[in-house]
């Protein structure tokens, strides 16, 4: 399946890379005449006529099969590297596109840095593979097969001498692999437990500290410590064998070829010169077995890789539009409405249970519970990141399942937790590929109270961000994604968690900002804080998936003990901010 | 002397850095001759099996010759030079491997006592270090560079003696076979170097070009893969794409470019084999002619035999190898010298100051903490805390509340001494905590914190991880108090169960108490506790509560508070704002004087 996968992709270099295959087989072959021609020198060409100029031609025409091999060979090489590189393009191309259009749940299938190794490791080796394979793939059968063709030419009981150790290369290089390659699964899993040792040190290193247990941990090291070293030296002392036993058994073929052909010169059989080239085809033809056991390594290895990457791509499409007839239109008051919505991300416990509210249009809603309550997954399902088990989530009386995406996606504007900034401008991070003018951006920027700190910035608006937006405090980067979420006055604003870093006064006056701006803007704030919600016209009170208080601030701290509870427990931190 | 303060300021120039790479040459020999009985013994095993290996062809002249003779095969010579063939390539595999194996453990030894003393400094060292470094640097470190060091050391070492020993060697046989058919490699010698001089400087180069764009792709692959929910929220998929194929070109063409020019090394290094195989088999072949008629003589300089003629093509294969492969081995030096200057960077790091050689024990510690005009700052420029008193008698409860970034933390940091203040004085007892053993401080104090640290281990472990000596009763008792015992009961293994990350699921709130377990046991008369923000549902909120209280009975505390209630119960509640004790006194104390507290207060709990 893997190899039908990568060769999807090298179809269209189709006549490229046959052409690239001739050539280089043309080069090895050539290669392969050079021992032939040196023992028809020593064999031939000297004692027959012994002719200087006849020697010099013929070395002369070693040397133009030698240049004639290098240019075929590299010629084929960079024909390979092309065609890699073209289909390593596309595959990469395509699995981004795909991932960048999963759905929620495929993403949360497959978790996001296994994404993320099969775009970069997956890719790569697959890359590597399919280069590696042109280039070796074709010379090192070749070299193998034509050294032993040629050398059948040149005397065939001994190219027998030299086949029957064939099987034990195999058979030294199978059984070596077989015991080695569960070593070092068991020196990698070593290594992890040496690592986790290091890293729940380095994470605990106040509680160590504090009950004096440095030495206990160095005791607990030492262990790991052991039996990696343990485990590596066993996996090296194993693997350690192939080197020399290779060699020794290539020297024995040679020694073997000399005494044997000690026999058949004596009997007029074969010349001296030939045995000298049989000890020039052993070395090529032992190379060409260490290529190909490479291969087949690598061969596992990328397969593994294609297969990983094909999953991705070749995923069915999810949340596709359905129906107005399956899903029909509903005429009600509430511009946001969810009816009776129950859903589940692992399909076992619910994570929103039977939860109805709705929102008239220009309203603001307030969403508060624990993490873990279920507040983010409200915004997953009004957005479709996700459909709902059971139930409907309606905008304007439309199920959400009913949009087409664009027209769905134009709806919002969101601004969500541990959101996303990326290395470029901030314009273009509030930009965000969206066609919008400067005043646009620079109006959002104040709306979201973060005008002024980037006009202090030496390069006001064309400011570089870092790598994920580390050189801007959190409140900043969190003033940042507000200003995206407002910057094209989305029909609804969704503001998730997002102005947990700001202090009181610059929150204080980012909701009055909001309130000003946004007029026309449904509103959704999720906080953690009872005062970023305390001024919305609907608050909700999620616990465990399940609504537990709905209403105003000065309602609910009465009503709801849950709401009280809440606001109770932030005395000490929040109420200085 | 002048050497180290030339070495910490940080120079442009190639001078000092070569000197800095024969410094760290050094030491890495340094451990390796620690274990000479290991090291010497390698040495002579690889003279002796590349001695062994480089006399094989020689037999096999001197066989070729007895099957070249003109007046027949001398069969008895040609089955004693292959039986002498046969053992010295036999003897030449035993000892390779051998000094694979001898090697193998040389570099085993080497490695473990690299990661042990860069671990056991990890745990010397200062809780800044920890502070000011991620812990994913610490780990590279540890396992990847030593391992770096650890194959260059096993293998390049080896590679570098065998390689000259080889070069010298072959060219010694090459002589003694015939002294004109070296100019052979005039030729081909410097085509060889031509050939390595353009590898390392335009290969090499367009290599690490491809790592370094490669590097960037994926890194921004990440940073995409990181937001793909924001960009499809926006419907931006398309753009992104874009953009990233745009980047994925980019670095397919550094890739190409480098495979371009890399698709050279193979062949280039073939023709220059065959190149040399061609030369021997003209000038050789030549010679060989005249030798074989008889018109040089036996004893001539210009003589050479069949066998010489096989023989020089077999050294001329092996004295090729180790040129081409010399620019690959300085490569990998260089990456080992680069990985192994990482590692001693954190051995040579400074540990924790050793405690003051009067420094005293605290014992029976009563729990009086008195704070003296308390001054700090984790950067020089850039101070944390200013002028903070306070004085907690025995017992009493101290609040210490205000928002995040406030100093909160890092008053816990200095009572700890986890950091030591700049200005001031802290005394525990009346005694100034500088004056007493680390561990005897710590040791008075038991510390719960927000993050939870568990480690891979039972929760019977985790428990008496501040008491070793604990009995499992002992353990019962404290998971009873910290209201974690049902849970643990209900769990098949118990208090033997595995922690682990891939292993039963334990809540954030369950590990909250097992570390509050842990506190119960150890017997101390002041406690730290850094209350949770409400991260967990309302029933394991008020089992957490129910069981710090229980925490915080009979000794001083100092509590990092977030409910109210707490705040209300303290004896004393500090206030703190931007570093500076903004308020201090009890709740009522507090409410009376109209300051910040009380109008926090209000606008948030007064229910009108």
């Known amino acids: 399946m893997s190899v039908k996968f990568i060769f999807r992709y090298l179809k269209p270099y189709k006549t490229r890379m046959v052409v690239g295959f001739l050539i280089k087989a043309v080069g090895t072959f050539i290669e392969l005449a050079l021992p032939f021609i040196l023992s028809y020198i020593l064999d031939t060409v000297i004692p027959e006529n012994g002719k200087i100029i006849n020697i010099v031609l013929w070395g002369i025409a070693m040397i133009i099969c030698a240049l004639i091999a ?80 040629v050398s059948l030419i040149l005397d065939p009981f001994l190219a027998l001498v030299m086949l029957g150790l064939m099987p034990v290369v195999f058979v030294v290089i199978y059984l070596v692999s077989h015991k080695g390659i569960p070593l070092y699964s068991k020196v990698q899993s070593s290594v992890d437990g040496m690592i986790r040792v290091v890293r729940e040190d380095s994470a605990g290193i106040r509680v160590i500290k504090a009950l004096s247990k440095t030495d206990y941990e160095r005791r607990r090291y030492d262990k790991v410590n052991k039996k990696l070293v343990k485990n590596e030296t066993k996996a090296g ?116 249970s039977h939860m109805s509210f709705s929102l008239p249009k220009g309203g603001s809603l307030g969403i508060i519970g624990h993490t873990g309550s279920g507040k983010t997954t409200i915004l997953n399902l009004l957005m479709r990141f996700y459909d709902v088990d059971s139930g409907a989530v309606r905008i304007a009386g439309k199920d959400v399942r009913t949009y087409a995406d664009d027209d769905l996606r134009k709806l919002f504007g969101v601004a969500m937790q541990n959101d996303f900034l990326y290395a470029d ?26 005008h002024d700190f980037i006009s202090a910035l030496p390069d006001g608006y064309e400011q570089s961000l870092s790598q994920k937006g580390v050189n801007v405090s959190g409140g900043q980067k969190q003033r940042l994604l507000i200003a995206r979420a407002v910057a094209k006055d989305p029909d609804i604003l969704i503001l998730d968690d997002s102005s947990s870093a700001l202090d009181f006064k610059t929150d204080l006056m980012l909701r009055k900002a909001l309130k000003e701006n946004m007029t026309s803007s449904t509103q959704i704030i999720v906080a953690q804080r009872v005062s970023s919600v305390q001024s919305c016209d609907l608050i909700i009170v999620l616990e465990d998936g399940k609504i537990t208080g709905m209403g105003k601030h000065e309602e609910l701290l009465f009503s709801c003990p849950a709401y009280s509870e809440i606001a109770e427990s932030q005395m000490g931190g929040a109420f200085l901010d | 002397m002048t050497d180290n303060t030339k070495n910490i300021t940080p120079s442009n120039n190639a001078k000092p850095q070569k000197r800095n790479h024969k410094r760290i040459l050094l030491r890495l020999l340094g451990y390796i001759f620690r274990y000479w009985y290991i090291a010497i013994p390698a040495i002579l095993l690889t003279l002796a099996s590349n001695q062994l290996a480089l006399m094989g062809p020689r037999y096999l002249g001197s066989a070729m010759d007895a099957i070249g003779n003109e007046g027949g095969v001398l069969i008895d010579t040609v089955t004693e030079n292959a039986i002498k ?41 200062p809780i800044s270090y920890f502070d000011s470094h991620a812990i994913g640097d610490t780990v590279s470190r540890i396992s990847y560079d030593i391992d770096t060091i650890n194959s260059s050391l096993s293998s390049d070492l080896i590679q570098v003696l065998t390689s000259l020993y080889t070069i010298f060697g072959s060219l010694y046989y090459m002589f003694v076979i015939s002294k004109p058919l070296i100019l052979v490699f005039v030729i081909t010698v410097p085509i060889a170097l031509i050939f390595t001089k353009y590898k390392t400087k335009k290969i090499h180069p367009l290599f690490s070009k491809r790592s370094r764009k490669l590097g960037e792709l994926n890194g921004y692959a990440e940073e995409m893969l990181s937001g793909t929910k924001t960009i499809r929220a926006y419907g931006k998929a398309d753009v992104i794409e874009e953009r990233f194929n745009a980047r994925n070109s980019d670095a397919m063409d550094a890739y190409y470019n480098a495979d371009y020019a890399g698709a050279v090394i193979g062949p280039a290094v073939n023709f ?154 802290i005394s525990v007892d009346g005694k100034p905590i500088q004056q007493v053993t680390r561990d005897s401080l710590r040791g008075a104090y038991t510390m719960v914190l927000q993050d939870t640290w568990l480690f891979y281990g039972t929760i019977k472990e985790n428990i008496t991880y501040g008491r070793e000596d604990a009995s499992l009763e002992d353990v019962i008792k404290a998971a009873k108090a910290a209201k974690i015992d049902s849970f643990i009961d209900a769990l098949p293994d118990g208090y033997d169960t595995m922690l682990s990350d891939d292993g039963i699921n334990v809540s954030k709130g369950q590990k909250q108490l097992i570390t509050i377990a842990r506190a119960m046991l150890p017997n101390t008369s002041m406690l730290i506790l850094d209350e949770a923000t409400s991260n967990v549902d309302s029933r394991t909120e008020a089992l ?15 509590i990092i508070a977030h409910r109210l209630s707490t705040i209300k119960n303290a004896d004393v509640i500090l206030v703190i704002k931007d570093g500076h004790i903004a308020e201090k006194g009890t709740h009522e104390e507090l409410l009376s004087v109209n300051g910040i507290y009380s109008s926090m207060y209000n606008s948030q709990y007064s229910k009108t």
């Open chain 1, 237 to 352: 002392l194993t693997m350690g064998i192939v080197n020399p036993a290779l060699n020794l058994l290539m020297n024995l073929g040679v020694v073997f070829v000399v005494l044997i052909g000690a026999y058949r010169v004596m009997g007029l059989k074969t010349e001296p010169g030939k045995i000298i080239a049989f000890t020039q085809y052993f070395t090529m033809i032992s190379m060409a077995l260490i290529s190909i056991t490479r291969i087949f390594i690598m061969y596992t290895k990328s397969s593994a890789s294609a297969k990983r990457i094909a999953e991705v791509i070749d995923s069915p499409a999810d949340l596709t539009v359905k129906d107005e007839n399956e899903f029909p239109f509903v005429k009600e008051d509430g511009y946001i409405v969810f009816d009776d919505v129950t859903f589940s991300y692992n399909g076992k416990t619910d994570n929103i």
């Open chain 2, 272 to 425: 220059i084999n065959n190149l040399s195989l061609s030369l021997i088999m003209i000038f050789g072949g030549i010679l060989f002619l005249y030798s074989r008629n008889g018109v040089v003589p036996a004893e001539s300089l210009w003589f050479i035999s069949l066998g010489g003629v096989a023989q020089f093509v077999m050294y001329s294969r092996k004295f090729a190898g180790p040129i081409n492969e010399f620019a690959n081995i300085m490569n990998e030096f260089q990456s080992a010298f680069a990985a192994a200057e990482r590692v001693f960077r954190i051995i040579d790091e400074k540990p924790e100051p050793l405690d003051l050689p009067d420094a005293e024990v605290l014992t029976e510690v009563k729990g009086e903490v008195v704070l003296d005009n308390v001054n700090f700052g984790y950067d020089k420029d850039k101070q944390i805390l200013y002028d903070i008193c306070l004085h907690a008698h025995s017992g009493q409860t101290v609040a210490i509340v205000g928002p995040t970034g406030s100093g909160k933390t890092t008053i816990i940091n200095l009572l700890m001494r986890f950091y030591d203040v700049d200005d001031g004085v």
């Open chain 1, 70 to 149: 290098l240019i075929c060979n590299v010629i084929a090489n960079r024909m390979a590297a092309y065609t890699a590189r073209m289909s390593a393009e596309r595959i990469r191309c395509e699995l981004f596109e795909r991932i960048m259009n999963l759905s929620g749940r495929q993403t949360d299938r497959f978790t996001l840095p296994s994404l993320e190794s099969r775009i970069t490791t997956d890719t790569y080796n697959v890359h590597n593979f399919t280069g590696m394979m042109q280039r070796l793939g074709v010379r090192a059968p070749l070299l193998l097969l034509g050294g032993i063709a």
């Open chain 1, 425 to 450: 401008t901030i314009e273009e991070n509030i930009k965000f590929g969206r066609d919008l003018t400067r005043e646009q951006v620079e109006r959002a920027a104040k709306i979201a109270q973060a």
């Open chain 2, 85 to 125: 063939m046969l053992i010295c390539y036999v003897a030449s595999a035993i000892l390779t491997y051998a000094l694979h194996a001898v090697m193998t453990i040389l570099s085993q030894r080497v490695t473990y006592r690299m990661r042990k003393q860069l671990f056991d400094n990890l745990t010397r060292l």
């Open chain 2, 544 to 558: 957490i509560q129910k069981a710090m209280a229980s925490l915080t009975e009979g000794r001083t505390c100092f």
